[in-house]
Nanobody, 127 residues
Framework: QVQLVESGGGSVQAGGSLRLSCTASGCTSSTAFMVWFRQAPGKEREGVAGMPTGDRETYYADSVKDRFTISEDNAKNTVYLQMDSLKPEDTGMYYC????????????????????WGQGTQVTVSA
């Protein structure tokens, strides 16, 4: 079992920044891939950014490319999502999730690939 806890959400004006954190505990040695999803009101959950653990490869949704950065601190078992130049359409609940599989460009956005999910942290961006 892996437990994931997100933090760092909040309210910010358009153009501002936030940094989300996702700290993992439990049997983390089997984790191969970490991802951030988000869900806006009335919309489906979508993959925002992902990365294989211990690797420099990163993946981003087109809507956040060049504005968001995913990174990890293995010593702290924590994955971050640095969000810059935030827009009102970035508003939503942000979730981190982990997979025991090494995912790639065509699979990282599939929810079914992820076994463990956090409870989410709310991000609200006002115009």
């Amino acid at each position: 079992q892996v437990q994931l806890v997100e933090s760092g959400g909040g309210s910010v004006q358009a153009g501002g920044s936030l940094r989300l954190s996702c700290t993992a505990s439990g049997c983390t040695s089997s984790t191969a891939f970490m991802v951030w999803f988000r869900q806006a009101p009335g919309k489906e959950r979508e993959g925002v950014a992902g990365m294989p653990t211990g690797d420099r490869e990163t993946y981003y949704a087109d809507s956040v490319k060049d504005r968001f950065t995913i990174s990890e601190d293995n010593a702290k078992n924590t994955v971050y999502l640095q969000m810059d130049s935030l827009k009102p359409e970035d508003t939503g609940m942000y979730y981190c999730a982990s997979s025991t599989r090494w995912l790639g460009a065509f699979s990282w956005r599939r929810e079914g690939e992820y076994t463990y999910w956090g409870q989410g942290t709310q991000v609200t961006v006002s115009a």
